[in-house]
Nanobody, 122 residues
């Protein structure tokens, strides 16, 4: 069973910073892209940032210049550095892994983490 374990959420004042981490379980042969999504109360889940295996990144317009996504391919871990946080960044943040294979012959699947709460106070 593939698991994505997130950490680093919490409560921070506006203008502050947080760093989220998401580590995939060790029983993974390979994976393609990794991403962070968020869902605020009453809203749909939205893409925050995305990074391919080759390091190509994509960000939501609302976080460009403030958030940075990075990954460690050797550890199957993705990070989200969040700076200059705003109250509107408050949401549950989810890690997403695409094209996960547990063996060289297995069919690729996508997985979600359990989510971590980020709360930004004004």
């Amino acid at each position: 069973q593939v698991q994505l374990v997130e950490s680093g959420g919490g409560l921070v004042q506006a203008g502050g910073s947080l760093r989220l981490s998401c580590a995939a379980s060790e029983n993974i042969f390979s994976l393609d892209a990794l991403g962070w999504y968020r869902q605020a109360p009453g809203k749909q889940r939205e893409l925050v940032a995305h990074i391919t295996r080759g390091g190509y990144t994509n960000y939501a317009d609302s976080v460009k210049g403030r958030f940075t996504i990075s990954r460690d391919n050797a550890k199957n871990t993705v990070y989200l550095q969040m700076n200059s946080l705003k109250p509107e960044d408050t949401a549950v943040y989810y890690c997403h892994a695409e094209g996960v294979k547990t063996t060289i012959l297995s069919f690729p699947n996508d997985y979600w983490g359990q989510g971590t709460q980020v709360t930004v106070s004004s």
